[in-house]
């Protein structure tokens, strides 16, 4: 949730998920996407934010949490998308603990796009 790509985590508890947007110490903080909100004509140009603002932000403990997560990122060039490839190992794959090997979250792979370099798909 730190990186300036990451768009939040979709996760939660069995059978409850939720959006998770930022954290305090062991708190992740989320909107609940089953909670329904009034709809707002955004072509007004003074139309109230009250809909998706909240006065009380819910928060849950990490260690609450269902490790089945989706993580979103938002990369808007191949640049950017390499870049991030070459950093995002450090943020995924946890430090050993005794010794003992930890997995990474995820891994970032070689797809079988069947481009052998950039100047062959210029469009992104």
Request: hydrophobic residues 25%; contains cysteine; negative net charge.
């Amino acid at each position: 949730l730190t990186l300036p790509s990451c768009l939040g985590w979709i996760g939660g508890r069995p059978t409850h998920s939720l959006y998770f947007l930022g954290f305090q110490d062991e708190q992740l903080i989320h909107l609940d996407p089953h909670r329904l909100q009034p709809t707002v004509d955004t072509n007004n140009p003074d139309f109230p934010t009250s809909s998706y603002h909240s006065t009380n932000p819910r928060k849950i403990a990490i260690s609450k949490m269902d490790p089945s997560c989706c993580i979103g990122f938002y990369l808007r060039t191949r640049d950017e998308f390499e870049s991030w490839c070459e950093g995002i190992a450090e943020f995924s794959t946890p430090p050993d603990r005794a010794g003992k090997r930890q997995y990474p979250i995820f891994t970032i792979c070689q797809g079988s796009g069947g481009y052998s370099s950039r100047e062959e798909k210029d469009d992104w």
